[in-house]
């Protein structure tokens, strides 16, 4: 019967539900530091760094050494190889964030590949040995895991199988996170690519969240031992008309309430190439709607906090001590805004600047 089901241990909802609700702790965000080693490359290319196995670690190393960076941020998600990375002295990383109240997590999707037959559209991969390798982060104290599905906005898509797809993907990655104590963040992540409007990128989102909680349910995911982070809703980068921050807000507010559960502790959107000022005062005029809002709304950001960062450390030690302040500035804005109580100012190297890039891959 498909009624006949068993609901997690009560052990094992107590401690997933603790952790997505820390998480998501009031004033508190996500920091996303899981850019796979391309992607990191590039970002040390452009200060004039080889994509060394050393560069990676010390560029995080910066971020994790942050003082009072727990002020503002309640846990980090990690790329595979920075679980196993040490600080200067020795620490391991995931040592060093836990001893500072910083939860730890990490990302265990294995990147897009082209889905078969649709048109330019992607499937996520790394299924196979997701229950091993979620078995392994726990062992290494890893509390939470991140699986990203980009879905991508063009006259004929996304497709009803895309959307599928993602939804299915999703809740079983979900569903394999917490059979090893793991809390799923969920990120189907409608991109910013394009030129379509607001309505459009509401109508796509709401379809794919309603499609995605529809699969959650079906594989009978324990909500309250989850998170989500999805886009905001906007116009496409290409679009011709922009939408102001309140406009922005009731858009992606009225999305979630017509399809995220209030069981749903929180939600964190990802900055999906916004500039890191655009995603401060977005998210805080998503706290400041007046609809009802059962959940925590929150940042995971990645670009949108590091952009500056980047700018100001460019490689050399010295310059350490003021990015680590910069990216002080842009988590506790963020924290404001978290709560509705941004009222601009946080001026890092980088605020405005666009941090989009076509077909981005984390």
């Not at 977005?282 to 929150?298: E, F, M, R, S």
């Amino acid at each position: 019967m498909t009624t006949f089901f068993s609901y997690p241990d009560p052990k094992l909802q107590k401690e997933l539900r603790e952790t997505a609700e820390a998480i998501v702790a009031p004033g508190k965000g996500i920091l996303a530091v899981d850019e796979v080693n391309e992607g990191i490359g590039k970002l040390l290319a452009a200060i004039g760094l080889d994509n060394t196995e050393n560069n990676r670690r010390r560029y995080r190393q910066l971020l994790f050494t942050t003082e009072t960076l727990s002020e503002h941020v309640s846990a980090v998600i990690l790329f595979d190889e920075t679980v196993y990375q040490k600080t200067d002295d020795g620490t391991p990383f995931v040592e060093l964030l836990k001893k500072n109240n910083i939860i730890p997590g990490i990302k265990v999707d294995k990147d897009a590949v082209p889905l078969f037959l649709s048109q330019d559209e992607v499937t996520t991969q790394g299924l196979d040995d997701l229950a091993k390798r979620c078995a392994e982060y726990k062992k290494q104290g890893c509390r939470f895991a991140k699986w990203r599905c980009p879905l991508k906005i063009g006259e004929n898509t996304p497709s009803v199988q895309a959307i599928n797809d993602t939804a299915q993907v999703l809740a079983r990655y979900a569903s394999i996170c917490q059979s090893e104590g793991l809390v799923p963040i969920v990120e189907p992540d409608v991109v910013l690519d394009g030129d379509h409007d607001i309505v459009r990128n509401q109508q796509v989102t709401e379809a794919a969240l309603a499609a995605v909680y529809k699969a959650l349910s079906d594989h009978h995911v324990f909500l309250e031992g989850t998170l989500l982070k999805p886009n905001m809703i906007t116009p496409g980068q290409a679009s011709s008309k922009k939408n102001t921050p309140e406009e922005i807000a009731v858009a992606t507010v009225s999305s979630l309430r017509r399809t995220v559960p209030a069981a749903v502790p929180g939600i964190a959107f990802l900055s999906g190439g916004q500039s890191e000022e655009e995603a401060t005062v977005n998210l805080n005029a998503i706290n400041q709607v007046t609809l009802k809002k059962p959940w925590a709304l929150t940042f995971s950001y990645g670009r949108a906090l590091q952009a500056s960062v980047w700018k100001t450390w460019a490689g050399k030690d010295e310059n350490t001590k003021a990015a680590q302040l910069e990216l002080l500035k842009r988590t506790k804005a963020n924290d404001l805004a978290s709560q509705g109580k941004y009222q601009g100012g946080a001026k890092t190297s980088a605020a405005v600047k666009s941090n989009f890039s076509a077909n981005h891959k984390y």
